[in-house]
């Protein structure tokens, strides 16, 4: 299983690799590393593919994916400035152990992606709306077909266009979809 990402960073839309040790499953804590002093994260999609594809024109990528979940993307913010200071890879920023949170995927992806609300410690919901995203589903598919196979079971995420929030213990993040609770994370 192939994990691929989209985010905003540097000033640019990067895609991004992660490994699947990087899943979060839902309903699953989320431990602050002990070498980062700045988590972050960013509200995301994720997409489910359902069948293997390669070259995918954007006007058929509808059909590779079957499935879309809420999902916070979390970043070592500190880790990702001394990279990007020094010019070295951010991928240990990025990329580490239980980075990316995923919630329930819901099969209905046309309302799914309109419909979302992220609600963060008390802070109040948020909608999360389709051109809010860093990239479109259907240019993410194309972009990644066009430099790997993809495959059936493998995760694409796409960032939402707002800088990443910081991130304390004891908060919990939750995400919903037609008032039904997609995604739940604690941060310990």
Known sequence: MKIVGFAYINGQTEMVLKGDSSLLNNRKPMFIPDWTHDLRFTPCIVLRVCRLGKNIAARFSNRYYDAIAPGADFVAHDVLTEARDKGCSWLRATAFDYSLAVGEFDTNTT?????????????????????????????????????????????????????????????????TANQEEKLYCKIK
């Not at 008390?122 to 196979?149: N, Y």
């Open 111 to 175: 309302d799914m992606v309109h419909t979302w609300s992220l609600a963060h410690s008390d802070e109040t919901e948020t909608p999360f709306h389709s051109d809010e995203l860093v990239i479109s589903p259907e240019e993410a598919i194309h972009r990644v077909s066009k430099i790997m196979t993809i495959r059936q079971g493998d995760l694409i995420y796409i960032h939402k266009k707002i800088d990443a929030r910081t991130i304390c213990t004891n908060e919990i993040l939750r995400a």
